[in-house]
C-alpha cells in the first residue's frame, strides 16, 4: 500500500449470476480458438458446433439452478461495489428473458448448419459471433446500471452487423450489414448521450440508484432528466423497432442471412425490451405520467405503420419485418400500462412471438433456392400444393402470428388486449384490434398465395415458384418441429406459461 493512498476495493461477483453470460462468451472464445488451433478443416465445424451446443447448454443449465435460487432466496445483485447497489441484478424477470434469449440462440444454431453447408459459408466464427451476441443479450437482461445497458447493447450489435453482411457475395447482405451498422451507431450514441444526461440529473448511472434519488428529492428543473430519458426511449427504441426508429428492419432483414435474420427478430427483440422494460420500470416509475404518452404514441404508430405497410409488400421476409414492428407495438401496449397484468402479457408475448418467428424464417431458409434471394410471393406461390408438411408449416404459423384460436398468437394478443383494458386504455385498445384486423389480412394474402397453383400449373408448363424440393435436413427438422409445438401447446394449455410469465414481472 502507497502511503496516503487508499487502496482500491474490488467489486463482489456472485459467479453464479454471471454463470450464463460466462458460459456462452467462453464458448464463443473457444470456437474462434478451434479454428486457429485445428489442422483438419473437415473436423472444425463438427468440434465448434460441439462447443457452441455445450456452451448454450451450460447457460440452460445455469439458468435454471438461477431461477431456483431466485425464486427461494430473492433477486441476487453482484459486480458490487462499496455502498454499491450493484451493476447486475438477477432476478425472476432476468432469467424469464435470458430463457428466450438462450431457445432463440439455440434454434438459429440448429438453423444455421444445414444453411451454412448450402450456401459455401461453413465458417466457425459465424458460431461465435452469435454465441458473443447472444452473451451481450443475456448481460442486458440482468443490467441494472445504465452504462452496463450500454456496454451490453454494443456486445450484442457488432456481432450481429457482421452476422448480417456475412454472405460477401450477396450485395443485399452487405447493404443489411451497412445500414444496420450505420444506424445502429447512430442510436448507440443517442443513448449515450442520454445516459450522459440522466447522470447530470441525478448524480448516478445506477438503476435503482436513479429510483431512489428521483424517490427522495424534487428536482426544480426537471428538463435535463426529460431530454435523459427520452433519449434513451429513442435509442432502446430502434433496437425494439419501432416506428419511428424502424427504418433499418425491413432492408435488414430481407438482405441478411435468413438464420441471422430469425435470431434477429425473437432474441435482440426479448433483450431489447428487457432493457426498456427494466430502465424505465425500476428508474423512472415516478416520472411514468412523462413518459408513458411518449411509449403510448409509439405503441401506435408501430401497430398502423407495421400493420399498413406490410399490405403493399411483395416480399415474404419484408411482410415479416414489418409485421415484427407491428409485434413490438402489441408488446408496448403491455409495457404502456405500466402495471404488472401488463408486464406479464408483455413478456408471455415475447415468449410466444419468439417461436412464432422463428418457425415462419425456418420454413423460409428451407424453401428458397441456393442464394436466399427468392422470397417474393411469387416464389412461393404453390408451395403448400407441392410441399404439404413444409408449407403448412408456414401457414400455420403466419395464421398463429395473425391470433387465431388454438395457437400461442391467440392467447398472446388477448392477454395483452385484457391488459389493456383493465388499465382503462381504451383507445390503445381500439387501435390495436384494428391493427390486427389489418395483419390477419395480409398473413392470409401469404397464406392463399401458398396454396394457390403457380403459374403453368395444371396446364403442362413449367412452373416459375423457385421454391426447390429440397429433403429437410435432421437439424432444421428440429427447429420445425419445436417451434410447432410450443406454439400450439401455448395455445391449447397456456395456464403453465402464463403463471412463469407472472412470476416473472416483479423488478423490485
Avoid at 450505420?182 to 438503476?207: E, I, K, R
Amino acid at each position: 500500500m502507497i502511503l496516503g493512498v487508499a487502496p482500491i476495493e474490488a467489486p463482489s461477483i456472485d459467479w453464479l449470476a454471471v454463470g450464463p453470460v460466462l458460459a456462452l462468451a467462453a464458448a464463443g472464445v473457444a470456437i474462434v480458438l478451434a479454428k486457429a488451433l485445428l489442422r483438419a478443416r473437415r473436423a472444425t465445424m463438427p468440434v465448434c458446433l460441439v462447443l457452441a451446443f455445450a456452451g448454450i447448454v451450460a447457460a440452460g443449465a445455469l439458468e435454471f439452478r438461477l431461477w431456483n435460487v431466485v425464486r427461494d432466496d430473492g433477486p441476487i445483485t453482484t459486480f458490487t461495489s462499496v455502498g454499491g447497489s450493484g451493476m447486475l441484478r438477477v432476478d425472476l424477470f432476468a432469467v424469464f428473458l435470458g430463457v428466450v434469449v438462450l431457445i432463440a440462440t439455440l434454434l438459429a444454431v440448429l438453423l444455421s448448419v444445414a444453411y451454412l453447408r448450402r450456401e459455401g459459408l461453413e465458417a466457425p466464427e459465424y458460431l461465435a459471433l452469435l454465441l458473443l451476441s447472444g452473451a451481450g443479450m443475456l448481460a442486458m437482461t440482468s443490467a441494472n446500471d445504465l452504462i452496463v445497458v450500454f456496454v451490453a447493447l454494443e456486445v450484442l450489435s457488432i456481432p450481429l452487423y457482421v452476422l448480417a453482411a456475412f454472405d460477401r457475395r450477396r450485395a443485399a447482405s452487405q447493404e443489411a450489414g451497412i445500414k444496420y451498422f450505420v444506424l445502429g451507431a447512430f442510436s448507440s450514441a443517442v443513448f449515450l448521450y442520454g445516459v450522459a444526461l440522466t447522470y447530470g440529473a441525478t448524480g448516478t448511472t445506477s438503476l435503482t440508484g436513479i429510483g431512489q434519488f428521483l424517490a427522495q428529492n424534487t428536482l426544480l428543473d426537471q428538463g435535463t432528466l426529460l431530454a435523459g430519458f427520452a433519449l434513451l426511449l429513442v435509442g432502446l427504441g430502434f433496437k425494439v423497432a419501432a416506428v419511428p426508429f424502424h427504418m433499418w428492419t425491413p432492408d435488414v432483414y430481407q438482405g441478411s442471412p435468413t438464420p441471422v435474420t430469425a435470431f434477429m427478430s425473437a432474441a435482440t427483440k426479448a433483450a431489447a425490451f428487457a432493457a426498456l422494460i427494466r430502465v424505465f420500470g425500476v428508474a423512472f416509475p415516478l416520472y411514468s405520467t412523462d413518459w408513458r404518452p411518449a411509449v403510448w404514441v409509439l405503441a401506435v404508430l408501430s401497430l398502423v405503420v407495421g400493420s399498413v405497410a406490410a399490405v403493399v409488400q411483395t416480399d415474404v421476409k419484408r411482410m415479416l419485418a414489418y409485421s415484427s414492428i407491428a409485434h413490438a407495438g402489441y408488446v408496448l401496449m403491455g409495457f404502456q400500462t405500466q402495471t404488472e397484468r401488463g408486464r406479464e402479457a408483455a413478456l408471455f408475448y415475447l415468449f410466444v412471438y419468439s417461436f412464432m418467428s422463428i418457425g415462419a424464417f425456418a420454413v423460409i431458409t428451407l424453401a428458397t433456392r441456393k442464394g436466399d434471394d427468392s422470397h417474393s410471393l411469387d416464389d412461393y406461390r404453390g408451395l403448400a400444393l407441392r410441399r404439404p408438411v413444409l408449407g403448412g408449416f408456414l401457414i400455420f404459423f403466419v395464421l398463429a402470428q395473425a391470433g387465431i384460436p388454438l395457437t400461442g398468437g391467440f392467447v398472446a394478443k388477448l392477454e395483452i388486449f385484457s391488459a389493456t383494458a383493465e388499465a382503462q386504455e381504451y383507445g390503445l385498445l381500439m387501435v390495436g384490434v384494428l391493427a390486427a384486423v389489418v395483419t390477419a389480412f395480409f398473413y392470409l394474402r401469404i397464406a392463399m398465395s401458398l396454396l394457390s397453383p403457380a403459374t403453368g400449373e395444371g396446364s403442362g408448363e413449367d412452373s416459375t415458384g423457385s421454391v426447390v424440393m429440397r429433403r429437410v435436413d435432421a437439424w432444421s427438422a428440429v427447429v420445425l418441429v419445436v417451434t410447432g409445438v410450443m406454439v400450439l401447446l401455448v395455445g391449447i394449455a397456456p395456464d403453465t406459461f402464463i403463471h412463469w410469465a407472472r412470476d416473472a414481472t416483479f423488478l423490485l
